[in-house]
């Protein structure tokens, strides 16, 4: 087969997206307005919730959930050990102690056995990461948790389901990421959703400097002399109206965006069944598989050469792969603060060494899929 150069991912935005953004552009109304009302509603809907706050990214709206449950100093929140880092990172933002609880290696996801260990009386919120797309197993979470508040973190996950329900509507609060590497995109950006009122509230003043419109404001008419009130310390995570028009366009494009991705994901599944030393993805009936990214387990034990061995291979073959993702527990900035081994969390610090994204993204051809098959099967 004739030599092909596939990125890991390619967000998929063409002239659509940048008619969105004139309109906002010509009107004059550029940061939060009109459209990032209409991204909210439409997100909102698509996901089953009362309510969603767009922000400027996952790992804001993850900081604002956990600023609005109350997280603070002294307070421990439970986070998976394999994870991008933020998810860890906003729970130190708050002055509380990061608690890392190990993972699945099937799954990617958070391991409902190692949990029960993990909650003590100081434990505030449990982040369950639904990883590369796949939901936690919430149910399950939710038997050990009680009545502990879930924070989900679905930056991956948008469009995602779970027993009928949709990402961000399984939790008390939920995460989404509109990075570029996500399943729909606004350069940078995030949302938060709920079903709760007051949280929700408490999130839209937060994410807006911490301002509250008076009472006297609401029902009386724009008085020229009246500033809202400010009664917590807020922060400025507005999302611009120039990303939510973006991120209109690209949410009415996320289920066909999905069904084009499954399509390709089993087709990934058939054609590496056969190699011996991978293992695809597993993903259980009740799930629905958002797909942001297709990564699969090397078995070091059965395989010609080692994981990163069959990364630089593919890498000189034009094929770009990445480890799923990263271990926190592992990184130096963790692993000192805590004092932690990456033996200390053996599920996480596997997922860390053997997992490998293989390209799956809306811009890819056919001939690229059976390209990237050719090479893994050319691994010998
Ligand atoms: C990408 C990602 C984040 C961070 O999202 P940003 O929007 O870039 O802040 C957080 N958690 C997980 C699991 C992610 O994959």
Redo the contacts with the bound molecule.
């Keep these: 087969m004739e030599k092909r150069i596939i990125p890991i991912s390619l967000p998929h935005t063409g002239e659509e997206e940048w008619l969105a953004t004139k309109e906002s552009i010509m009107s004059g109304w550029l940061t939060a307005g009109p459209k990032v009302r209409e991204f909210e509603q439409i997100f909102a809907k698509r996901h089953g919730v009362k309510h969603a706050m767009a922000v400027t ?4 709206a ?1 900081h604002l959930a956990l600023v609005a449950l109350g997280v603070k100093e002294g307070d421990e929140v439970i986070v998976p050990a394999f ?2 880092i ?2 860890a990172n906003v729970v130190l933002y708050c002055g509380a102690n990061v608690v890392f609880v190990d993972v699945d290696r099937t799954t990617f996801n958070l391991d409902v056995n190692d949990l029960k260990s993990k909650i003590t009386p100081k434990t505030k919120a449990i982040i369950p ?1 639904h ?1 590369f797309g796949l939901c936690a197993d919430m149910d399950a979470i939710k038997k050990v948790a009680g009545n502990i508040p879930l924070v989900e ?1 679905g ?2 996950a948008a469009g995602a389901g779970y027993k009928g329900n949709a990402a961000g509507s399984l939790g008390t609060l939920g995460c989404f ?3 570029p ?2 399943s729909v995109t606004t350069g ?3 949302m938060v959703t709920t079903n709760d009122d007051a949280l929700a509230e408490h999130i839209s003043n937060l994410r807006n400097h911490g301002a509250s419109i008076s009472e006297e404001q609401r029902h009386h008419g724009a008085k020229p002399y009246i500033l809202p009130d400010f009664n917590m310390l807020g922060y400025n995570y507005r999302m611009t109206d120039l990303q939510a028009s973006v991120g209109i366009v690209q949410l009415k494009k996320l289920d066909s965006f999905i069904d084009e991705r499954e399509t390709w994901a089993k087709f990934y599944d058939e054609q590496l069944k056969e190699i011996n030393w991978l293992r695809t993805p597993l993903v259980g009936t009740d799930y629905k598989h958002g797909w942001q990214s297709y990564v699969v387990y090397i078995d070091e034990s059965k395989s010609p050469i080692s994981r990163n061995e069959i990364m630089e291979k593919l890498q000189q073959m034009g094929v770009s792969t990445r480890p799923g ?1 990263h271990a926190p527990h592992m990184l130096h900035y963790y692993a000192e603060k805590y004092n932690i081994k990456p033996d200390d969390f053996p599920g996480a610090r596997d997922c860390n060494n053997y997992s490998m994204s293989i390209p799956l993204f809306n811009k890819m051809t056919e001939e690229d899929y059976h390209y990237v098959v050719h090479c893994l099967k050319s691994i010998k």
Excluded: N, Q
Aim: glycine letters at 8%; a neutral charge.
């Design positions: 990214s996952a790992t804001t993850l994870t991008w933020s998810t990461v990883l973190d930056a991956c990421s509109f990075h590497r996500k940078e950006g995030g993702t």
